[in-house]
């Protein structure tokens, strides 16, 4: 059986792409007089969130996702980013290609909600392989990629933000059921707002209108003791 090892080397937003998608470049490695013909792959990419750390301000965006900090022994636990197949063209002993991953900024998705907490830093990331390779020197001989074949990679949290960008520039992303969009699209016609923006905006105008006034605290107006005072027992 062929040994194949995969590394990755970088990784792109593609701005020409029509939806958010990034570029992985792949180095495939072999024996260097071994011909492949073709190699069919399968590539799995995971989040391995418990190699890193968080500050403050991501473990807060994180908490629906993960809990408390104090459960993250147990609740940062690998999630599913991508899976996509790709075809190899013909090489001998080593070749690099592109593993282009189309990506989803749907809020409701575990891998999206995730890489937008990161505000620095890098994404650990996982790609398992798997496939069909094609190779022999003088005829066809057809053998598996090992199961095992794995290339630890650390995205840069930057390129995620940079793809969002390019293709939502200063928006965000917000799925709602039909019947809700039906509702939000006869408020604003019955109000003649111009965009969704000013839509929401009017909404939320209106709730903070209508919240009353939070209570005085129990302690407004007393005396405070210095800070070099001792209170009474």
């Known amino acids: 059986m062929t040994d194949f090892s995969f590394a990755c080397t970088g990784v792109r937003?593609?701005?020409?792409?029509?939806?958010?998608?990034?570029?992985?470049?792949?180095?495939?490695?072999?024996?260097p007089d071994k011909r492949v013909?073709?190699?069919?792959?399968?590539c799995q990419i995971r989040i391995e969130p418990a190699r890193r750390g968080y500050g403050t301000g991501e473990a807060a965006a994180l908490h629906d996702l993960f809990g408390e900090r104090a459960r993250w022994g147990n609740t940062l636990q690998p999630l599913q980013f991508a899976q996509?197949?790709?075809?190899?063209?013909?090489?001998?002993g080593e070749t690099e290609t592109d593993v282009v991953v189309p990506c989803s900024y749907d809020m409701d998705i575990a891998s999206g909600r995730y890489l937008s907490a990161l505000e620095e830093g890098e994404a650990p990331l996982l790609m398992l392989f798997s496939g069909t390779a094609f190779t022999g020197a003088g005829g066809f001989q057809v053998e598996p990629?090992?199961?095992d074949r794995e290339?630890?990679?650390?995205?840069?949290?930057?390129v995620w933000r940079e793809?969002?960008?390019?293709?939502?520039?200063?928006?965000?992303?917000?799925?709602l059921?039909?019947?809700?969009?039906?509702?939000?699209?006869?408020?604003?016609s019955r109000h003649a707002l111009a965009s969704w923006e000013a839509t929401v905006r009017?909404?939320?105008?209106?709730?903070s209108a209508s919240e009353p006034p939070p209570p005085d605290p129990a302690w407004a107006g007393a005396v405070l003791p210095r800070a070099a005072e001792r209170s009474a027992p």
């Open 13 to 31: 937003a593609d701005p020409y792409a029509a939806g958010p998608t990034l570029v992985f470049r792949l180095r495939i490695t072999t024996a």
């Open 37 to 42: 013909h073709a190699l069919a792959l399968r």
């Open 84 to 92: 996509v197949s790709l075809m190899v063209p013909s090489f001998t």
């Open 145 to 147: 990629v090992p199961w």
């Open 151 to 158: 290339a630890p990679f650390r995205m840069p949290a930057e």
């Open 163 to 175: 793809m969002v960008e390019q293709h939502f520039p200063g928006c965000g992303w917000l799925r």
């Open 177 to 188: 059921p039909r019947e809700t969009m039906a509702e939000l699209l006869a408020y604003r």
């Open 202 to 207: 009017a909404l939320l105008d209106a709730a």
